[in-house]
DNA sequence: TTATTTCTCATCTTTTTTATTACAAGTTAT
DNA sequence: ATAACTTGTAATAAAAAAGATGAGAAATAA
């Protein structure tokens, strides 16, 4: 019998390209943007694409987005979670691959724009993103729909803001996800409620003269909270 | 240049074995189960483990997933979807290998006896999953996981019910599925206040003297007002 | 007749959601 | 100073949803 190491049961296995693809949400006064770049391979070379990779043989699909991200942002310990695999046999004119799509929230003021613009990466406005590569534009689709949905029942929202945000910042970001005006009484009533933002001292004066208080999300008393069954809803 | 079926761009990028397992749920006379066979190659010959197979390179993963079930249980145009992506390098031990889990649901009177003996598969109750083999275990988790999560806001339940099912048994099927009690006139009050159950003139007589209306359950309707936004709820 | 499950009906309470009125506080621009 | 603007606090009213409970009728097997 051969050395451990050496033995391939699977030897005659069919195997297959796998990629994975970033659908990356920033937040910017008020507007949803996704970060896009021109593609460097051929096939469309030179085309709007998402950011993505080859999955390696000695990493994990999440490893490999992660590496994605931070090459193209610099960005690290992001928010990122698997969306949707896309495998249609097709879907590819290079070369039959399949990609596993994964959705990230970064804080659009963290990361580095060096290295954005060194990759030919651009962030666009949910409205203005042109014609991608491939299936792209489906995914964005998705990743939409996942992050309007996740928003309502989890607190990932914080993800997109900075460590320090006021209520109406907080407000206009659920506006923008979810294109609808909300009351801003009852919405900084609910958000207060779940007692789950940390009040500050200081104040943020960019957007009124009076200023804003500026609040940190507490994920340790969510995480704890979760665990006993909380549930966030809106 | 070559000719465009000839041309390969991604020649040198890593490829990688692709298989898909299937969670698939049962629902048998008030108790949630799950289907698992005895695995036929190596490593881990003849140990307990999810139904699944390699992904072809002629075929998408769902596709995949689908011949699967449809091979172990001769069932064909049922609940199928995507859970999760199973990719760490040392998943599995014969060589490196992603896995794309599905979970299905499945209506326990339909599948083909034959056909899962044939594959030395067989039902077990939750509580009663033996160790599987590599992760599957936790697959399982996240799938159970993932059952209770979506059954709280889509209407997916049904599809581990016969066609035609009573109330009461629609009742024991959430109780099974989220490990507590509910109130019967509470929960029957509920359910039809969506006006989504059609009743039909049978009686199912099988639990009960009296004999229980048999309902259907309206998925036209539903997905039209899936359409205008309306969310089911528990 | 008795026991059991199914099914209806009516409350009642509590909680949650949504809408609205009123107004004070802090600051800048005029 | 005051007008304008955003932020923040309070109180409340109305409406809707959720949850708990009591009472009892219908069907039928044993």
Redesign the interface.
């Known amino acids: 019998m051969k050395a451990l190491e050496n033995?391939?049961?699977?030897i005659a296995?069919?195997?297959?390209?796998?990629a994975t693809d970033c659908i990356v949400f920033g937040f910017d006064e008020g507007i949803l943007k996704l970060l896009v770049f021109r593609r460097r391979?051929?096939?469309f070379k030179g085309e709007w694409s998402l950011i993505g990779s080859?999955?390696?043989?000695?990493?994990?699909?999440?490893d490999a987005a992660r590496r994605v991200l931070l090459q193209f942002t610099g960005l690290d310990n992001i928010f990122l979670e698997?969306l949707?695999?896309y495998?249609?046999?097709d879907r590819d004119s290079?070369?039959?691959?399949?990609s596993?799509a994964h959705y990230a929230l970064i804080r659009i003021n963290d990361y580095d724009r060096e290295q954005v613009e060194l990759h030919g990466a651009k962030w666009f406005a949910l409205e203005d993103i042109p014609q991608l590569v491939l299936d792209h534009n489906a995914m964005i689709a998705d990743a939409l729909e996942r992050l309007r949905q996740k928003t309502t029942h989890r607190p990932i929202g914080f993800e997109l803001l900075p460590e320090k945000f006021t209520i109406p910042q907080l407000q206009s970001l659920y506006e923008a996800i979810h294109q609808t005006k909300l009351d801003d009484r009852n919405f900084r009533k609910k958000l207060l409620s779940f007692g789950l933002l940390i009040k500050l001292d200081e104040k943020d004066k960019s957007t009124s003269k009076k200023g804003a208080f500026l609040y940190r999300f507490d994920y340790n008393k969510y995480k704890k909270l979760e665990e006993s069954g909380f549930n966030f809803v809106l």
């Open positions: 033995y391939r049961p699977y296995q069919p195997k297959i390209l796998v391979i051929d096939p080859f999955v390696n043989e000695e990493e994990s699909v999440p698997e949707k695999v495998s249609d046999v290079g070369e039959r691959c399949i596993i």
